[in-house]
């Protein structure tokens, strides 16, 4: 199975911060790479699709990044609605995988 | 927009059968792919298994051929069904739409609420 590693597990900013989130890869996977964002009591939503699409609806301040085997998940300017838990999934090859996830936490 | 809605049993016993349904509205099931997902605490995130338009299906070897989706283009639902249960399938289960491209270049882009299902005597 393909590992994906996120980091930090845990990260603590303040509203106005650019934010950057990493998951690395154990094997080369293309940009088949999509991150998601989870509040307590919901499901994910979609945020980023192959590595750098934004998904329809979702604000500009967020985007995706790809070099080799890390992906990374920026937020220009952390707004309130921001503070959540993302994991980054990889759809390259069976069985399709999670990172473990990073909350992301008000300073 | 789309909309999916699990349901099901909440609590399922040890070695029985997990049967759960889920009804997608504001959009044909045709055209796309469907998955079900799980989350528990101990395990995170886990995929099991996607269902296309055609029928054909891809499971997650994890689940050592306890699972069968499935597709119901007439009352435009999905279906579940995890055999031989144990506590370690106690989660909750999402169903989630994959989008329309071919696999890989698949985006869990719309999600029911969830249903949490206790394995439990």
């Known amino acids: 199975d393909i590992q994906m590693t996120q980091s930090p597990s845990y990260l603590s900013a303040s509203i106005g911060d650019r934010v950057t989130i990493t998951c690395r890869a154990s094997?080369?996977?293309?940009?088949?790479v999509n991150w998601y964002q989870q509040k307590p009591g919901k499901a994910p939503k979609a945020l980023i699709y192959?590595?750098?699409g934004l998904q329809s609806g979702v604000p500009s301040r967020f985007s995706g990044s790809a070099s080799g085997t890390l992906f990374t998940l920026s937020i220009s300017s952390l707004q309130p609605e921001d503070f959540a838990t993302y994991y980054c999934?990889?759809?390259?090859?069976?069985?399709?995988?999670f990172g473990q996830g990073t909350k992301v936490d008000i300073k | 927009q789309v909309q999916l809605q699990e349901s099901g049993p909440g609590l399922v016993k040890p070695s029985e059968t997990l049967s759960l349904t889920c009804t997608v509205s504001g959009g044909s099931i045709s055209n796309f792919y469907w998955s079900w997902i799980r989350q528990s605490p101990g395990k995170g995130l886990e995929w099991i298994g996607f269902v296309s338009y055609s029928g054909s299906s891809t499971y997650n070897p994890s689940l050592n051929g306890r699972v069968t989706m499935s597709l119901d283009p007439s009352k435009n639902d999905l279906s579940l069904r995890l055999t031989s249960v144990s506590a370690a399938d106690s989660a909750v289960y999402y169903c989630a739409r994959a989008g329309w491209k071919h696999p890989p270049d698949n985006c869990f882009d719309a999600w029911g609420q969830g249903i949490q299902v206790t394995v439990s005597s």
């Open positions: 192959a590595a750098t």
């Open positions: 094997q080369s996977i293309s940009t088949y």
């Open positions: 999934q990889q759809s390259f090859s069976v069985p399709w995988t």
